[in-house]
Nanobody, 122 residues
Framework: QVQLVESGGGSVQAGVSLRLSCAVS????????TGWFRQAPGKERAQVAY????????SYADSVKGRFTISQDNAKTTVYLQMNSLQPEDTGMYYC???????????????WGQGTQVTVSS
């Protein structure tokens, strides 16, 4: 069974950092891509970043390149999203997701976590 459990969201001021964590069920961890998506109020859910569990290769949305870093801890089967220099436009519900396909730079998510809210005020 695939389980994705997020933590680490919160309300912060612009310019600070947050780290999100996604605990991935061990059976899934090395079999699927894992990524982060976010949904801002009134907008569609959009990919933020993903990581390949075997190669560790990563991909980022243009809006977060240079500020966000996705990483993984194999011993803990956990994927992290380090978010630096947060801006109000980063506000949204952040979802951890897992999928078995990457198509033209986009991860196809088959499984979703429950989400964690990030609110950035100016």
């Amino acid at each position: 069974q695939v389980q994705l459990v997020e933590s680490g969201g919160g309300s912060v001021q612009a310019g600070v950092s947050l780290r999100l964590s996604c605990a991935v069920s061990p059976y899934t961890y090395n079999r699927l891509y894992t990524g982060w998506f976010r949904q801002a109020p009134g907008k569609e859910r959009a990919q933020v970043a993903y990581i390949s569990p075997r190669s560790g290769s990563t991909s980022y949305a243009d809006s977060v390149k240079g500020r966000f870093t996705i990483s993984q801890d194999n011993a803990k089967t956990t994927v992290y999203l380090q978010m630096n220099s947060l801006q109000p436009e980063d506000t949204g519900m952040y979802y951890c997701a897992a999928g078995d396909t990457v198509d033209r730079g986009s991860m196809r998510a088959n499984y979703w976590g429950q989400g964690t809210q990030v609110t950035v005020s100016s």
